[in-house]
């Protein structure tokens, strides 16, 4: 169900499965917005199988429908706070997909809230300092998605955040670029539904 939510002056259009269970959060690149996760089948791929989702438009996206446009870290990890609770209440904490600067938000977020497990797609500014801060107290499931000409994210950066992170793996797309997910749909639903039941356990 596509809707649109208003939360704190942002009014930005959501895709949203409400169900019992862990949801799934998705924050899209920055130059995509949530039609991305309906042309790639993932969300309907989640439907069929009855896994709560929220994707959001976000305020840092290019081509996002979101209003007022930001890249305020702080009011982006607010707005998704305000969306989940919005939709889900007080539920189980999420599992996270979030891609290049998705992933960023995604980080930050749980540097201040609870997660169940994420899935980063060639995520960015993985090393600021705040973040460095946190990566050890990180005890959820994590997967790292790297495509092989991935020509903003390097594949030293990724072994490193993999590195830093206690309980992740990293995979390699081969041939795929900075949004490998795009390249390789079929294969990264399989391994969004393989993270999403490591992280229900």
């Known amino acids: 169900m596509e809707k649109k939510l208003s939360i704190n002056g942002f009014k930005c259009p959501v895709l949203i499965n409400k169900m019992p269970g862990v949801p799934i959060v998705f924050l899209h690149g ?3 917005n949530i039609d991305v996760w309906q042309q790639l089948g993932v969300t309907e791929l989640l439907d069929e199988k009855r896994v709560p989702y929220i994707a959001l438009d976000m305020p840092y996206g290019e081509k996002s429908f979101c209003k ?4 305020d870290v702080e009011k982006n990890v607010s707005f998704v706070y305000d969306a989940i609770t919005n939709v889900f209440g007080d539920a189980l904490p999420p599992v996270f997909v979030g891609t290049s600067i ?3 938000i995604a980080l930050h977020f749980a ?3 609870p997660v169940r497990g994420m899935i980063l797609v060639g995520p960015v500014r993985v090393f600021e300092e705040n973040l460095l801060k946190c990566y050890g107290c990180f005890r959820f499931p994590s997967t790292i998605i790297w495509g092989s000409e991935d020509n903003i994210v390097a594949s030293e950066d990724m072994r490193t955040l993999a590195d830093k992170l206690s309980n992740s793996k990293l995979i390699i797309y081969p041939g795929a670029k900075h949004s490998a997910y795009k390249d390789y749909p079929e294969r990264f639903k399989r391994d969004l539904l393989e993270l999403y039941v490591k992280a229900e356990v």
């Open 30 to 32: 920055l130059s995509n």
């Open 68 to 71: 007022p446009k930001t890249f």
């Open 102 to 104: 998705g992933g960023n």
């Open 111 to 113: 540097s201040r809230f």
